[in-house]
Protein backbone atom coordinates (compact mmCIF):
# COMPACT_ATOMS: atom_id res chain seq x y z
CA UNK A 1 0.00 0.00 0.00
CA UNK A 2 1.07 3.53 -0.84
CA UNK A 3 2.24 6.26 1.86
CA UNK A 4 -0.69 8.26 2.72
CA UNK A 5 -0.03 11.98 2.24
CA UNK A 6 -1.50 15.11 4.21
CA UNK A 7 -4.60 16.33 3.63
CA UNK A 8 -5.19 19.93 2.23
CA UNK A 9 -7.31 22.30 3.71
CA UNK A 10 -10.08 21.65 0.99
CA UNK A 11 -10.31 18.00 2.09
CA UNK A 12 -10.16 18.48 5.32
CA UNK A 13 -13.42 20.68 5.67
CA UNK A 14 -14.69 17.70 3.27
CA UNK A 15 -14.14 14.73 5.43
CA UNK A 16 -15.64 17.20 8.76
CA UNK A 17 -18.71 17.65 6.32
CA UNK A 18 -18.25 14.06 6.35
CA UNK A 19 -18.44 13.80 10.31
CA UNK A 20 -14.74 12.04 10.07
CA UNK A 21 -11.96 13.84 11.72
CA UNK A 22 -9.32 15.07 9.45
CA UNK A 23 -6.86 14.50 11.89
CA UNK A 24 -6.86 10.80 12.06
CA UNK A 25 -7.21 10.57 7.56
CA UNK A 26 -4.52 10.09 5.18
CA UNK A 27 -4.91 10.32 1.41
CA UNK A 28 -3.84 7.33 -0.17
CA UNK A 29 -5.09 7.79 -3.53
CA UNK A 30 -7.43 10.92 -4.87
CA UNK A 31 -9.07 10.53 -8.19
CA UNK A 32 -11.83 12.13 -9.64
CA UNK A 33 -15.36 9.82 -8.71
CA UNK A 34 -13.41 8.38 -5.27
CA UNK A 35 -11.14 8.89 -2.62
CA UNK A 36 -8.83 6.53 -0.66
CA UNK A 37 -8.50 7.26 2.67
CA UNK A 38 -6.03 5.47 5.05
CA UNK A 39 -6.29 5.43 8.87
CA UNK A 40 -3.37 7.52 10.63
CA UNK A 41 -2.73 4.84 13.53
CA UNK A 42 -4.62 1.50 12.59
CA UNK A 43 -3.89 1.70 8.80
CA UNK A 44 -7.66 1.00 8.35
CA UNK A 45 -8.28 2.01 4.23
CA UNK A 46 -12.02 3.94 3.72
CA UNK A 47 -13.59 5.16 0.17
CA UNK A 48 -15.16 7.93 -0.02
CA UNK A 49 -16.72 9.63 -3.29
CA UNK A 50 -14.97 12.50 -4.58
CA UNK A 51 -16.46 15.98 -4.04
Known amino acids: ?6 LTVAQRKYLQSLNLNSEN ?14 HRYT ?3 KVIPAP
Open 1 to 6: MKNGKR
Open 25 to 38: WLISKCTSEEWELM
Open 43 to 45: GQP
